[in-house]
């Protein structure tokens, strides 16, 4: 009798549950397909690269407040949904199939940040024909697969040849170089790259080594590449990862020169790695050093709204919202089908071909090759110093 | 030849973590037949109690250390009591499908506590000896024994070796010397006559996951000395260590021991000599490899009831 009476309970509670959404989709399409435009922002918010995700999170929400509180777009509010790809590409692709099925009409995605999930995204996304514009996938790949993928930073074709010239021009005492990287397709395309170039123009590559993700322990690896004494240790990959290296690498009384890409550049490579991180290098696709009085007010207006200062991927994500924002001013129909709406963005992203049509943001100035690349865009080099990142003494404007 | 010496050291100090982890698992199985997933997540637990000992409570590292031991202790035995006991007579599945389901309970729960941020022990507030860095300038390392052929040993490495050591006899000692070892080598023969025969064997069962939990739970902070702690850590650690424990033959503390000794090796030999980016898969055709020609294990008794 008892046994009953609980299933009861529970027939009832689950229908219940189960009857809430549906009430809620049908008041909401009512009201709102005037009234509210929706874009979904998909990144890495738990798992090891979550740092990137919040500074990516704020970062859209401080544009969204901007946007909303200016009067919207064309009188429409625009409703940012953060979706969570856990850093991974199995996770991207569910995040992925729930944004183009999903009830609430998206227009458009900013996202994803990891190459890994922007590849595995953009199956789908190219499926149904929505815009991917990311913030921060840099393989070469993500924009060359897919005519709806964009991106507002460089890619690591260009990364890696930067990084190895750097390493050659710049920091002339450096005669030879390890590598040490991610076995993702970030990782390995930045490798690739960068390999590539430094055969090019002769810097002596002793080792290469890889390591998996959300692996903790470098030992093995480091002892390798330690016996091998390079001048320059280059790690092609993402902060946690980085800075467990750093740190395990000045433990084992490794003394070479640390170097890292775009993926290292978070404030918690400085956490993990502590006072390893010393004197490392990175690149980066933006400094707030180098922007312009855009940039300025929008690092003020950053911190009055979350209480921190903004990174590189805060500002570029602030950028693509505003892109997005732009695309749909221009090219919104309230009459015209949800599958137009999201083509003509892309139409409209494409046009973007030539420094007079590019998109002046904090970040510079944004415009699209064929593949939807932007190849304009320098790279500038940070260094830690005193716990802090800053812009190393040489800058390299010009590749070779 | 240098490069040899280290790695077969890096090797060491991995598998006496995993040896330590391992025991763990086969220490609950060996007693109840249960392959109990949420030990990886004790691990990780003991880990962050101790981190949350020292930097909430600014409690000292050598309190924290033991403190953190019997928190999870504790938690092992809760647990038991909570999770396992009820099913004692069930079926052996619907135990095994609980543990997975308090494993991911345990890291979801250390997700919405610590969030899934890696954190790592403050250096200051860990005893001087235990942090080795090299100084940029004169390539000298501090707080660590120079190898012959430029390798380094830190203290640290050390401490950990001694360590697991020094555990591992004293829970040999304790199994075959003390009463409540014998308590327990007589629930893993046969847990009914042992009933019969007058042994709580409840009781005995919550002493097996207690000490498992507090091995594990040194070893989460041996861990995170070097490593990072996340509320993941359980589930990379655990999954070797399991396959250590499974290499050792599942049930027997020596096979535990020396299968995390020699998954440990396979790993750093495998990483650094071969890929990095398949030091687990190295790992695991070894002890497939072993299972293949041995089923039961190094160690393993061949019973027929053996999942």
């Not at chain 1, 994803?112 to 991917?132: K, P, W």
């Not at chain 1, 002793?206 to 320059?232: C, G, H, M, W």
């Not at chain 2, 390392?141 to 591992?168: F, H, K, S």
């Amino acid at each position: 009798m008892r046994n009953w009476f609980v299933g009861l309970l529970i027939v009832g509670f689950v229908s219940v549950l189960g009857c809430q959404p549906q009430d809620k989709k049908n008041t909401s399409t009512t009201q709102t397909t005037q009234k509210e435009l929706k874009v979904a922002v998909a990144a890495p918010y738990t798992g090891s690269a979550a740092a990137f995700g919040e500074m990516i999170r704020r970062g859209a929400e401080l544009r969204q407040k901007e946007i909303n509180e200016a009067g919207g777009i064309n009188g429409m509010k625009l409703t940012l949904l953060f979706e969570d790809d856990a850093g991974k590409g199995s996770e991207a692709s569910l995040v992925a199939e729930r944004i183009v099925n999903s009830p609430q009409k998206i227009v458009a995605v900013v996202g994803h940040f990891n190459s890994t999930c922007s590849l595995a995204g953009q199956e789908i996304y190219d499926r149904v024909g929505i815009v991917e514009l990311s913030p921060g996938s840099t393989a070469v790949e993500v924009c060359e697969r897919s005519p709806w993928t964009f991106r507002n930073l460089y890619h690591d074709g260009f990364q890696g040849k930067f990084i190895a010239q750097y390493i050659d021009n710049v920091l002339t005492d450096i005669e030879s170089v390890a590598v040490f990287f991610d076995n993702d397709d970030y990782g390995r395309g930045l490798r690739n790259a960068f390999v590539a170039e430094a055969e090019r123009i002769g810097l002596n590559l002793v080792a290469s080594e890889a390591y998996e993700r959300d692996s903790t322990n470098f030992k093995a690896q480091l002892t390798s590449i330690k016996a091998k004494n390079p001048d320059a240790i280059f790690i092609s990959g993402l902060f946690t990862e980085a800075g467990l290296i750093v740190k395990q690498g000045r433990e084992a009384g490794i003394t070479a020169q640390f170097f890292g890409a775009d993926g290292v550049d978070s404030p918690d490579f400085l956490t993990v790695a502590g006072s390893a991180a010393e004197g490392t290098y990175l690149t980066t696709p933006f400094t707030f050093g180098a922007g312009g009085t855009e940039a300025k007010q929008m690092e003020a207006n950053f911190k009055a709204l979350h209480g921190v200062t903004p990174d590189t991927w805060a500002a570029l994500t602030y950028d693509a919202v505003g892109m997005i924002k732009e695309a749909l001013e221009k090219t919104y129909n309230a009459e015209a089908s949800i599958e137009d709406n999201r083509k003509a963005i892309r139409e409209h992203l494409a046009s973007l071909d030539t420094p007079e049509e590019g998109y002046e943001g904090v970040t510079g100035l944004t415009y699209f090759d064929i593949n939807g690349d932007t190849v304009n865009k320098p790279a500038y080099v940070k260094i830690v110093k005193d716990g802090q990142f800053v812009a190393a003494e040489k800058q390299l404007r010009e590749l070779k | 030849m240098a490069q040899l010496l280290e790695q077969f050291i890096n090797g060491l100090v991995l598998g006496g973590i995993y040896a330590l982890i391992a025991v763990g698992y086969t220490m609950v199985y060996g007693i109840i037949q249960l392959i109990n997933f949420a030990h990886g997540e004790i691990f990780m637990f003991g880990a962050y109690l101790a981190l949350m000992l020292i930097t909430v409570f600014n409690i000292p590292f050598w309190i924290a250390v033991p403190a953190s031991m019997l928190l999870c202790a504790m938690l092992g035995m809760l647990i038991d009591l909570v999770a396992y006991r009820p099913l004692r007579d069930a079926p052996r599945l619907s135990a095994l499908i609980t543990a997975i389901g308090i494993s991911l309970v345990l890291q979801n729960l250390a997700r919405m506590i610590w969030s899934a941020r890696p954190r790592l022990f403050p250096t200051e507030t860990l005893p001087a000896f235990l942090v080795s860095e090299v100084n940029m300038q004169t390539g000298e390392i501090l707080n660590a024994i120079p190898l012959p052929g430029g390798g380094v040993l830190p203290y640290r490495d050390v401490c950990i070796l001694l360590l697991a050591v020094v555990l591992m006899i004293a829970l040999n000692r304790l199994i075959y010397l003390t009463k409540i070892g014998k308590a327990m080598r007589a629930c893993a023969q046969n847990r009914v006559a042992s009933n019969l025969m007058g042994i709580k064997t409840n009781q005995v069962i919550a002493v097996t996951f207690a000490i498992g939990s507090a091995l594990g739970a040194i070893a989460g902070i041996m861990v995170g000395l070097s490593e990072n702690i996340t509320p993941t850590m359980g589930y990379y650690k655990g999954v070797a260590a399991f396959a250590a424990a499974v290499l050792g033959g599942i049930g027997n503390i020596t096979g535990a021991m020396l299968g995390g000794i020699i998954i440990g090796l396979a790993e750093v030999f495998g990483a650094g000599y071969i890929s990095g980016g398949y030091r687990l898969a190295i790992a695991y055709i070894i002890m497939i490899a072993v299972i293949v020609i041995r089923p039961s294990g190094l160690f393993g008794k061949s019973t027929g009831t053996r999942a």
